[in-house]
Each structure stands twice: as structure tokens, then as C-alpha cells.
């Protein structure tokens, strides 16, 4: 169970993970939901790990300010994500940008394993 967030004082600043919650029910993800909406404005920071974008709901996807992707997601996918974050990048040009960091020779270059 998730504690509410009336149950943490608003006074400092938190740091809070949740990882790999995504198949947990509803309501758990109703609560998670309210961190990323009020926690903010508390001055927290959350983390929502999870190797499902699709998965994690809407409310939090939406309320994030960063995405970190990793490799197989189809174009179709690409282009639903960059629609849940509108930036000045045009849809083209962040699959390209995707195909190209997740390319075997770059994500492998780079560290990456998986």
C-alpha cells in the first residue's frame, strides 16, 4: 500500500522511486497518481520505473518532465510518446534521434546491454 501524501510533512524536499509498480491495481495507481500531481508543488521529486510505458498510467505518464526510452518500441509507439510530450522537436526527427541512440552500434558504444 501506498501511503497517502497527507502523511509526509511538505516542509522538505523527497526523493521518491517507484519501481516496477505497474501491475499493481487501480487504486495503487490512483494514489501513485497523487504524488505526481501534488507532490510537485510539495517540492518533491518522483521516479516511476517501469520497462512498460504503455503501461504506467496516463495521469503519471503526463506528469512527468522526462523520459528515459529504451530499445524496441515501434514507430507508432515513438509517435504516441512524443505526442504525450509536446516539445518543439518535430515527430520525424525524434524517431530518427531514437533509431540512431538505440542502434546496436551506439547502444552497445555507449555501455548499454539489454
Known amino acids: 500500500m501506498v501511503p ?3 502523511e509526509y510533512d511538505s516542509e522538505t524536499s ?3 522511486i517507484f519501481d516496477d509498480l505497474v501491475m499493481e491495481p ?5 494514489q501513485i ?3 505526481f500531481i501534488r507532490g510537485r508543488k510539495q517540492g518533491w521529486s518522483m521516479i516511476y520505473i517501469s520497462k512498460s510505458y504503455f503501461g504506467i498510467p496516463k495521469t503519471i505518464r503526463i506528469q ?7 530499445r ?3 514507430q507508432r509507439d515513438l509517435g504516441i510518446i512524443c505526442r504525450d510530450f509536446p516539445t518543439d522537436i518535430p515527430i520525424k526527427a525524434f524517431i530518427d534521434l531514437y533509431k540512431r541512440t ?4 551506439d547502444y ?4 548499454y546491454h539489454g
Open 14 to 16: 523527497k526523493l521518491i
Open 64 to 70: 512527468n518532465r522526462c523520459v528515459i526510452l529504451g
Open 33 to 35: 497518481s497523487q504524488y
Open 108 to 111: 552497445h558504444a555507449n555501455g
Open 102 to 105: 538505440t542502434s546496436e552500434d
Open 4 to 6: 497517502a501524501t497527507s
Open 72 to 74: 524496441n518500441f515501434t
Open 26 to 30: 487501480k487504486r495503487t495507481q490512483a
